[in-house]
Structure formats: C-alpha cells, structure tokens
C-alpha cells in the first residue's frame, strides 16, 4: 500500500500565529533581550580616547567610533570636522555625535 504525503503548505504553521500580539510579543521579548547597559569607562580608558581625538582631529585621520544609544551600541565612522565643547558635540563629515555617549575610539 502507497501512501501519499499531501502537504498543507502554510496552512500547517497557522497555530503557531493563531493571537495577533503573540508575534509581536515574542519580538519585543528578543528586542529586549538584546538591550545592554552603558559601559563604565575608567579614568584610563577616558584618558586614551582624548588623546586619541586630539591626535586625529590634528592629522585628520580616519577614526571608528562606537556610540551607546538607548541600550545598543551603534558605529559611526568619520574624519572630525569639528567640536563643540559647550554642546559637548563632536561634527563629524557625516554626523553628529554626543562626546558624552561614545564608548570607544578607534583609528581606521
């Protein structure tokens, strides 16, 4: 005896979908899960970064910086065009960055 499978396709995941909110929870639980605390940088590491900023503002270099924003971290890279200390802003090329967010420094 033959027995042929039929597949229902789609039809078969509908139950896993059947509450409306039930994806868009399980999606916030992942968003969530995700979000991190803002790195506690020493005095040392604060140190490092200024110089680092000082000495690639004077010779133009490339630089990679990793922002904390709202419990992730993002990553911008530029030459700095210019800085404002009583905004406490640092100008990019391309953006705008917040001195007082910005976790690491890196020259590319």
Do not use: C
């Amino acid at each position: 005896m033959v027995s042929r499978y039929h597949d229902r396709k789609m039809l078969k995941w509908l139950p896993f979908d059947a509450l409306e909110t039930h994806g868009e929870t399980i999606k916030s639980l992942y968003r969530e899960r995700e979000l991190t605390e803002k790195p506690l940088l020493s005095e040392d590491t604060l140190v490092q970064m200024q110089y680092t900023l000082e000495t690639a503002y004077m010779q133009q270099q490339t630089l990679r910086f990793t922002v904390y924003d709202n419990g992730r971290t993002r990553a911008y890279a530029g030459v700095i065009v210019g800085y404002d200390p009583q905004a406490g802003m640092i100008l990019l090329e391309t953006a705008t960055l917040a001195a007082d967010a910005i976790v690491a420094i890196e020259v590319i």
